[in-house]
């Protein structure tokens, strides 16, 4: 994805290419579906540390042993 520049920094986006869920029972139907968290902001801000780690490993595929001096300030989950 291309630069963006947020609060004059640029921030670098990309996608992962895996696919998360999140599992929750449907009170009516009794069925399981995946959907964004029952939170204010959905949790779109707040990864597991498990998911933290997998987007480690994009970045490292991407970039490869630059990587290693790349650290995350923020994450942003898209539900």
């Not at 579906?33 to 490993?57: C, F, N, V, Y």
């Amino acid at each position: 994805m291309p630069l963006t520049q947020e609060d004059g920094q640029y921030a670098v986006k990309f996608c992962l290419d895996m696919s998360f869920k999140n599992t929750c029972k449907h009170e009516a139907s009794g069925q399981l579906i995946s959907m964004p968290p029952d939170e204010p902001d959905q949790a779109q801000r707040s990864p597991t540390e498990w998911l933290k780690a997998q987007l480690g490993k994009t970045i490292t595929g991407l970039i490869g042993e630059k990587a290693k001096n790349i650290s995350v300030d923020t994450y942003r989950i898209c539900w």
